[in-house]
């Protein structure tokens, strides 16, 4: 039992059934419950989770990445020129926007690692420079901050696929959930990161090559944030300079939700995973609701400031327990 409440994805797992008990019950018969109301947030907790899943790891070494957005943006006005402008094939394209997505990952770990600078501001002034680029070369070369995105069948099946209202991110982001808690449970590297984050330099004492770990998290912030922008312009049949920017905290605020500790050190995949699903739920709920939408910033702070009230009560009442 002490065991179980440790656990890191307790608090969100009890605010997850929470919240959507309480949307169920106050949108019966509107449809929240049905099989097109599930997908639509599924679809929502998704795109979001696959970014989430590397920056909720990525805090748990310790450290932020609030470049995401303008990257997402970045990644899909990559492919929309590349194809659109250029004529190059979209698998290149893709190609080119993931290893795009890599290398300002890769910026900003050596950014982080070589000057000791916070990456909360590193990553945010990255942000800003990655958007001001996007935008600067594709009206540069284009004349344009948002353009189509020619596509092929073999693409759209990869990345746009829908069965019903359900889109084939969701697939994705199980998959990223899958490939991201063996990492941290499971090998070597997952120890190194939890070591990372828990006291660096303890665990730079014991040989874990922490510049290494925290550089790697964030090329996988990266490449993510770049997927996602690939999965969007794919689906919308367009890239946008503006495509992400909401995820530049809404991807910090669900790993917190799920257990994640700003400090680092401490966090699941689980969690994170059931962080974003709330956050799909609070979204999607509200709506059919059918109360004014002038309140929903408010109703949707209030539900996320409660969950993290219930996280962090089930922690404190774990470490307790311990003792």
Known sequence: MTSLLRRPELGAFAAFILTYVFFAIATHGAGFVSINGTAGWLNLAAELGIVAIPVGMLMISGEFDLSIGSTVGAASMVVAIATSFYGMPIWPAIGLALLIGGLVGLANGMAVVRTNLPSFIVTLATN??????????????ANVTSSSIVSSDTAHAVFAARWGQANISILWWLGAAIVGGWVLSKTTFGNWVYA???????ARGAGVPVERVK???FIATGVAAAFVGVLQGVQWNSGNSTYG??????????AVIGGVLLGGGYGSVAGIFLG?????????????TGWNTDWIQLFLGVLLALAVLANNYVRRFALMARR
Not at 196 to 202: F, K, L, R, S
Not at 245 to 254: H, K, L, R, S, T
Request: glycine share 14%.
């Open 128 to 141: 800003f420079i990655v958007i001001g680029a996007t935008m600067g070369f594709s009206r540069l070369i």
């Open 196 to 202: 990372t984050g828990g006291n660096m330099q303890a």
């Open 215 to 217: 550089i790697i998290l």
């Open 245 to 254: 920017q909401g995820y530049v905290f809404q991807a910090p605020i669900v």
């Open 276 to 288: 974003t699903a709330l956050f799909g739920v609070i979204s999607t709920g509200i709506f059919y």
